[in-house]
């Protein structure tokens, strides 16, 4: 009984150090000093650092946004580019929707398409564009086994953009082509003139997002040694593949845009069936020419030889 009163009167004058209840009494008033000891260690140093917290604190900020901004390879910039043509297609067309694939590791492929007269192609693009994870693509559809359009832009909403396919070279067909890696990233290179009218600053954002390649893709290598370059000129855009160490080694071609829903409709834009019909039209003219040619003549041969002078008939009987 007294040990426990002992233990429950911490005021007691500890005479027998020796104790038990004295050792745990000394325990509890040393703990109880380092508790106070430290609360006012820390009130002293949180009153003498408020003058240097702002800038420790911006400090670190500045040094998270930075760590924010480097990255570490991991693919995250999820974008994909479905990529495929249309049913009719020639193998020369084939060939450079072949070449555009190797330029584009991060694409996805799919079969030809045969859109029927009940479905329209916008619907049609963005369901497979869909059901392939895509947000952007790049359809070619020819016509007539002779002119080839390009279709590119974002899925679903747009925008997008209809180029006419003027100039193609092949890979197969270039000589001193280069020594790029196949699904290297390229660096993006434009023409000034992409930012000084709206419908180019449009074509240039669809440009960059189906040729910027992600960094990280799973089909891509982690090298930048080419670079892709689009210009304009002759209000067309010029796209040239160059190998960073050497010169060109791409494909060029030429591309003028021509309007679906229309944002902006190229005034010098000409359809190659009027090309066509006007070079049918001005070889026809040849029969003309050829008719005109033989009512000369006729003209010729019905007139005398030598026209009768005033002196035909001096001597004659």
């Known amino acids: ?16 150090p020796g104790t038990v209840p004295d050792f745990r009494k000394r325990l509890r008033r040393q703990r109880d000093k380092d508790r ?9 140093a949180a009153t003498a650092g408020d003058s240097t917290t702002a800038a420790v604190r911006e400090e670190e900020e500045g040094q998270s ?3 924010e901004f480097a990255s570490d390879g991991t693919y995250r910039n999820k974008q994909r580019v479905l990529l495929f043509s249309s049913r009719g297609i020639t193998s020369r067309f084939r060939h450079l929707l072949g070449d555009l694939r190797k330029l584009i590791p991060h694409h996805k492929k ?18 497979i564009a869909e059901i392939k994870s895509c947000n952007s693509c790049v359809f070619l559809e020819c016509r007539k086994k002779t002119d080839l359009y390009l279709w590119a832009g974002k899925t679903p909403t747009g925008p997008s953009a209809k180029f006419h396919v003027l100039n193609v070279h092949t890979m197969d067909e270039l000589k001193l082509t280069g020594n790029s890696m196949l699904g290297s990233r390229p660096l993006l290179n434009f023409d000034a003139k992409f930012d000084q009218t709206p419908h180019w600053r449009v074509v240039k954002g669809i440009l960059k997002d189906i040729f910027n390649t992600p960094r990280g893709h799973p089909k891509s290598k982690p090298f930048i040694d080419r670079v892709m370059s689009f ?4 209000g067309k855009v010029w796209v040239r593949n160059y190998q960073i160490v050497d010169k060109g080694d791409g494909s060029t071609t030429g591309l003028k845009p021509f309007g679906g829903p229309t944002l902006y409709n190229n ?13 049918k039209r001005k070889a026809g003219t040849k029969f003309e020419d050829r008719q005109e040619a033989k009512k000369v003549v006729r003209g010729k041969k019905a007139e ?8 035909d008939d001096l001597f004659s009987g």
């Open 65 to 67: 946004a930075a760590m």
């Open 304 to 311: 005398p030889a030598v026209p009768r002078g005033p002196l």
């Open 36 to 44: 106070a000891a430290a609360n006012g260690s820390t009130a002293v």
């Open 1 to 16: 009984m007294a040990s426990d009163n002992e233990d429950d009167d911490e005021d007691d004058d500890d005479s027998d």
């Open 110 to 127: 799919d079969v030809k398409l045969d859109v029927g007269r009940d479905e329209s192609l916008s619907s049609a693009v963005n369901e």
């Open 231 to 234: 210009f304009v000129a002759d």
């Open 267 to 279: 005034a010098a834009y000409v359809s190659p069936n009027d090309v066509r019909s006007a070079r």
